[in-house]
T-cell receptor, first 111, second 117 residues
Framework: DTAVSQTPKYLVTQMGNDKSIKCEQN?????MYWYKQDSKKFLKIMFS???????INETVPNRFSPKSPDKAHLNLHINSLELGDSAVYFCASSHRKVEQYFGPGTRLTVT | DQQVKQNSPSLSVQEGRISILNCDYT??????FLWYKKYPAEGPTFLISISSIKDKNEDGRFTVFLNKSAKHLSLHIVPSQPGDSAVYFC????????????????FGKGTLLTVNP
C-alpha cells in the first residue's frame, strides 16, 4: 500500500507534445506538492495545493498546469513540451507539518 | 542563488564509524530544517527534522545539530551501516503564513554517502 504514488514512472515523448503525470496519496494529507529535479540534481518546488486550492506557484512556465480534483490527487499537465522540460518530477504530500512525503518520481525525457 | 548548500558532493566512511554530513544556509528566516535520504530511482525519504528553536534532535542512529549563529547544520549517523549508502539532502523551510499548512522546502544539492563494509 504505497503512500504517495505517481504514474507513469518513465515518460518519453517528443517536443511539442502534451503530457500528464498523475499523483495520488492515501495518507489523508491536506497539502500536495510538485517538485522538479533538474540535470544539476537540484530539487525545486513548482506548486503546492492545500485542500484543492493553489497556494504556491513558483516561477514556472504557463505550459505547466496543476490540477487537483480532490485532496488525494494532484496531477501535472504539461503543454508543448520542450527539451528543457526533461527532468525527474516528484509529487509530495504533507499534513500540517513541515515533513513532506515524496512519491517515487517520474522521469520525463523530451526528444 | 543557493540558499541551502551542501559543499561536499560525496563522503565515504567505514561501517561502524560515524558519518557526518554538513549543510550551510544563508536565509536566517528559515524556521525548520530537514534531512532526506534518497536511493537511486526512488523518491526522497524523510529522516529527521529540527526546529530553529532547538539545537539538537535525535532519532535512533540519527542526530541533527543546528548552529544558528553559524547558519550550519549537520547530520550524524552512528554507527554507519552499508544500507545507509545513499544521497542525503538537506532542506529548509519557513513556517507557512498564519493558518496555512503548506511548507516550501528549499533543498541543497545533496551529498552521496558511501558506507564501506
Amino acid at each position: 500500500d504505497t503512500a504517495v504514488s505517481q504514474t507513469p514512472k518513465y515518460l518519453v515523448t517528443q517536443m511539442g507534445n502534451d503530457k500528464s503525470i498523475k499523483c495520488e496519496q492515501n495518507l489523508g494529507h491536506d497539502t500536495m506538492y510538485w517538485y522538479k529535479q533538474d540535470s544539476k540534481k537540484f530539487l525545486k518546488i513548482m506548486f503546492s495545493y492545500n485542500n484543492k486550492e493553489l497556494i504556491i506557484n513558483e516561477t514556472v512556465p504557463n505550459r505547466f498546469s496543476p490540477k487537483s480534483p480532490d485532496k488525494a490527487h494532484l496531477n501535472l499537465h504539461i503543454n508543448s513540451l520542450e527539451l528543457g522540460d526533461s527532468a525527474v518530477y516528484f509529487c509530495a504530500s504533507s499534513h500540517r507539518k513541515v515533513e513532506q512525503y515524496f512519491g517515487p518520481g517520474t522521469r520525463l525525457t523530451v526528444t | 542563488d543557493q540558499q541551502v548548500k551542501q559543499n561536499s558532493p560525496s563522503l565515504s566512511v567505514q561501517e561502524g564509524r560515524i558519518s557526518i554530513l554538513n549543510c550551510d544556509y544563508t536565509n536566517s528566516m528559515f524556521d525548520y530544517f530537514l534531512w532526506y535520504k534518497k536511493y537511486p530511482a526512488e523518491g526522497p525519504t524523510f529522516l529527521i527534522s529540527i526546529s530553529s528553536i532547538k539545537d539538537k534532535n535525535e532519532d535512533g542512529r540519527f542526530t541533527v545539530f543546528l548552529n544558528k549563529s553559524a547558519k550550519h547544520l549537520s547530520l550524524h549517523i552512528v554507527p554507519s551501516q552499508p544500507g545507509d549508502s545513499a544521497v542525503y539532502f538537506c532542506a529548509a523551510s519557513r513556517a507557512p503564513n498564519s493558518g496555512g499548512s503548506n511548507y516550501k522546502l528549499t533543498f541543497g544539492k545533496g551529498t552521496l554517502l558511501t558506507v564501506n563494509p
